[in-house]
């Protein structure tokens, strides 16, 4: 299995055959655009990015939720390669909004099965609510336009999806947060693991997390997911998030340290790669 991962939560599943996205975010607005402006897919990058990557056998883009750096950029690639849209009511709104047919929106299904993979959508939490993100549990109600500000990109309800693939499963949970005993009996041998808010969270949060997620999946390999800065293009080099949001380099080591004491591997992949598993 090829993986490439875009930065925030988005990843490419590459089986040879078939292709599959998990959320879809490489606009990557200022902070001043994202508080005050409007945003609106960037089509050369994105058209770049299908070409680099040959996203030409890409048959779906599942949607963990619908804040703007999960969503905003799945109508575009739905457009160009033909792939559906999967998600909840507020995700296929968004693809409504980017003048997607019927026929290429589908709500979750317990499991979708594409080709040689099985995805199973697990009702999920978002991380706290900010300030900057006050809007949980609100849902996207008619179809979203672009350009659109922030906050109409509600979040309308968060997904982790487990990914099964041959005798290989893979978890993907992009939030920082968990549903106590929601992954009792599940197993992966891979975790990608969003670790936005983990640098500052207090260390009996912490503990339950890592109880509710790496100690329960056990998985051979932790990726971090939702690190990376998603106020700076892609076309920059990459960094962490500013400071006072996260830091990033600390959620890394708390993570190292973890999966060092449950015995998994531990390892950043930066956006813009690819690795086989």
Aim: charged residues 25%; proline residues 6%; aromatic residues 10%.
């Amino acid at each position: 299995m090829r993986i490439t991962y875009f930065g925030t939560t988005m990843l490419l599943f590459d089986d040879g055959q078939d292709q599959l996205l998990f959320d879809c975010h490489i606009t990557r607005p200022s902070m001043l655009r994202y508080l005050l402006g409007k945003l609106q897919t960037d089509a050369a990058l994105a058209d770049e990015l299908i070409e680099r990557f040959r996203l030409n056998r890409l048959r779906a883009i599942f949607i963990s939720h619908t804040h703007y750096d999960h969503v905003m950029d799945a109508p575009y690639f739905a457009r160009r390669t033909g792939a559906a849209i999967v998600g909840s009511v507020s995700a296929l709104n968004v693809g409504r909004g980017g003048m997607l047919p019927e026929d290429q929106l589908r709500l979750f299904g317990q499991p979708d099965r594409i080709g040689g993979f099985e995805v199973v959508a697990l009702p999920s939490l978002h991380s706290k609510a900010t300030p900057f993100n006050n809007d949980l549990g609100q849902t996207i109600d008619a179809p979203l336009i672009q350009p659109a500000r922030k906050r109409d990109y509600r979040e309308g309800g968060s997904y982790d999806f487990l990914v099964r693939h041959g005798n290989r499963s893979y978890l993907i949970r992009p939030s920082f947060n968990f549903i106590l005993g929601q992954l009792d009996g599940i197993r992966a041998d891979v975790l990608f693991l969003g670790v936005s808010g983990l640098s500052k969270a207090p260390s009996d949060v912490r503990s339950r997390f890592w109880e509710e997620t790496v100690d329960k999946v056990g998985p051979r390999l932790v990726i971090p997911i939702h690190w990376d800065n998603f106020f700076s293009p892609l076309t920059r080099p990459i960094r962490g998030m500013p400071r006072f949001i996260e830091d990033s380099g600390e959620s890394f080591r708390l993570l190292a340290e973890h999966c060092h004491r449950r015995g998994a591997d531990c390892l950043v992949q930066p956006p813009l790669t690819s690795i086989d598993l």
